[in-house]
């Protein structure tokens, strides 16, 4: 597996793969718009009541995280063709992983002396041809789960 904060996968994301790990998972046929990914994320990643539904608000949420006590967490979307199939702008879908990419980069350098406690973010989608086109145009690596 590469050192990337992307992985794909084939196989169903269990548990058992990241023992200890907060998966917050997705799935693509109930998030085809960005309405419904935000809804979404925002279950799946419990994130607060007062959590916003655009662009910003995703940003500020998985770039706090306090909530969730796991050190590694997890942003698991299966059926990845269907994420945000309905999305009409590619410009919106590139900036959301743009937004995951720079988090986790930046949760990986975060300084304990911060006072916020480390996390280890991954983003893993479901393998479709879709999302490795998305993941190669923005020049972002990605891994595959053995």
């Known amino acids: 597996m590469k050192n990337t904060h992307f992985l794909l996968t084939k196989k169903v994301l269990t548990k058992k793969l990241f023992p200890g790990a907060f998966i917050g998972q997705i799935d693509g046929l109930k998030a085809t718009s960005i309405k419904e990914f935000h809804e979404q994320i925002g279950l799946a ?4 009541d007062y959590s916003g539904k655009n662009l910003d608000a995703l940003d500020e949420m998985i770039n706090d995280l306090e909530w ?3 050190e590694k967490v997890i942003i698991y979307i299966s059926n990845s063709s269907e994420w945000l199939s309905k999305e009409k702008s590619v410009d919106k879908i590139l900036s959301i992983l743009d937004i ?4 986790a980069e930046d949760w990986k ?3 304990e002396e911060e006072d916020v406690a480390k996390k280890e973010l991954n ?3 479901d393998d479709s041809e879709r ?5 190669e145009e923005q020049e972002i690596p990605f891994g595959e789960i053995e």
């Open 45 to 48: 990643m419990k994130f607060p």
């Open 68 to 70: 969730i006590k796991e």
């Open 100 to 103: 995951f990419d720079a988090t």
């Open 109 to 111: 350098w975060m300084d």
């Open 123 to 125: 983003i893993i989608f």
């Open 131 to 135: 999302i490795r086109t998305l993941l």
